[in-house]
DNA sequence: ATGGCACGCATGGCGTGA
């Protein structure tokens, strides 16, 4: 089984670059951040034209996610059910093959003392309490996409220099952690520990892909009793290096067969 | 790396992203 994330910025933009990836790649289930388009205007048939589900929920010009699968998705669900903002652009779930799949797109914060800083502290304690109400550590559950955190010094370029940045601030990171203590690891750094690659590079510094100056956002965090049956987690930076490229590039875990055959009775989320 | 890019928009400069 292979499971990839993928902020697009547009999908419209870059429909050709996602959809050679999926021809080459084939994951089980892709997630999608970032697609800027509302619903009616979706390039919805060129993904079933290709053989993919696909099911998005997004809005003009901003946000927006998609889960494109192979096979069709169960229980589709979109945005927080907790009473506050839904929020339903930045977060899908679906049931893919047995293994919950939880796609983000956490806000990105814009700056420490701006309100939608607050709004992103926010954002990831409502995740940990529907992680802690809807599923459980023992089931397989991927959560994955735009999580906008560098969650250690090197998974950014020139940490220092950053400690004041809402992707590197030390109450996000704490923030964040706090919901992978619901039983989350981080598939790319548990298959390649030490190593500095990253899975975003700004448009404006030039050559950034090749000096490696960058940031690793995006991520394939994993409960337990999947994480144990992931084989590899890679950062493709090839669809990067493409002409007119998302400033963010693919990321891809590998799974191998489950032990037993059946899924968990607990692997689909109660309400 | 942060003046420098790219996105979409009832566009012709602006808000946003990270």
């Not at 981080?186 to 490696?212: C, I, M, Q, W």
């Amino acid at each position: 089984m292979k499971i990839a994330t993928f902020n697009a910025n547009s999908i419209r933009s870059r429909l050709p670059i996602v959809l050679d990836w999926l021809a080459t790649h084939r994951p089980d289930v892709l997630g999608i951040q970032e697609t800027k388009v509302q619903d009616a205007d979706f390039p919805r048939e060129a993904f079933e034209a290709a053989g993919w589900h696909v099911a998005f929920r997004g809005e003009k010009s901003y946000n927006g996610v998609a889960l494109v699968t192979r096979e069709p998705p169960e229980s589709v669900r979109f945005g927080f059910e907790d009473g506050g903002p839904a929020d339903e652009t930045r977060l899908v779930r679906a049931v893919v093959g047995g293994v919950a799949v939880v796609n983000t797109y956490v806000p990105q914060g814009r700056a420490i003392d701006h309100a939608m800083y607050r709004y992103k502290l926010q954002w990831y304690a409502r995740l940990k309490r529907m992680f802690a109400a809807g599923y459980s550590a023992g089931q397989p559950l991927a959560w994955i996409g735009d999580i906008n955190i560098a969650v250690a010094p090197i998974d950014v370029s020139n940490p220092a220099a950053h400690v004041n940045d809402p992707c590197y601030h030390s109450a996000a990171r704490d923030a964040f952690l706090e919901v992978c203590a619901f039983g989350f690891e981080d598939l790319f750094r548990k298959h390649h520990p030490g190593e500095e690659s990253y899975s975003f590079f700004d448009y404006r510094v030039p050559n950034a892909v090749t000096r490696n100056i960058g940031w690793r956002i995006d991520y394939i965090l994993a409960t337990p009793p999947l994480a144990q049956r992931s084989v590899a987690c890679e950062i493709d930076l090839e669809p990067r290096m493409r002409e007119k490229p998302s400033d963010h590039t693919f990321m891809v875990a590998e799974f191998g067969k489950q032990n037993g055959a059946r899924p968990a009775p607990d692997s689909v989320p109660s309400r």
